[in-house]
């Protein structure tokens, strides 16, 4: 059974850090790519970043300099370390794992972050 468990989210002021962790069971996870995703209350969910099975990173113009996405393949974990959070990086955010090869798309059940002071 494929599953994406995610943790770290919570409360934290402007300016402040989170890590969220994601770790996958069920899948190659080595073979995937694997992401972050968020969705704001009333909007679409949106690209984060994504980091492929070689290593490639690709973030959303609105987090660059200030996320960064890793994964330990032998933890089958993913992670985003999330520094200067902004009011605007409200919202959940979900664990995403998909491969072209096998045509599949697996997603976690979100973690919620809050940035308020």
């Known amino acids: 059974q494929v599953q994406l468990v995610e943790s770290g989210g919570g409360l934290v002021q402007p300016g402040g850090s989170l890590r969220l962790s994601c770790v996958a069971s069920?899948?190659?996870?080595?073979?995937?790519?694997v992401g972050w995703y968020r969705q704001a209350p009333g909007k679409q969910r949106e690209l984060v970043a994504t980091?492929?099975?070689?290593?490639?990173?690709n973030y959303a113009d609105s987090v660059k300099g200030r996320f960064t996405i890793s994964r330990d393949n032998a933890k089958r974990t993913e992670y985003l370390q999330m520094n200067s959070l902004k009011p605007e990086d409200t919202a959940v955010y979900y664990c995403?794992?998909?491969?072209?090869?096998?045509?599949?798309?697996?997603w976690g059940k979100g973690t919620l972050v809050t940035v308020s002071s």
């Open positions: 069920g899948f190659i996870f080595s073979t995937h790519t």
């Open positions: 995403n794992a998909y491969s072209v090869r096998y045509g599949v798309d697996y």
């Open positions: 980091i492929t099975s070689g290593g490639s990173t």
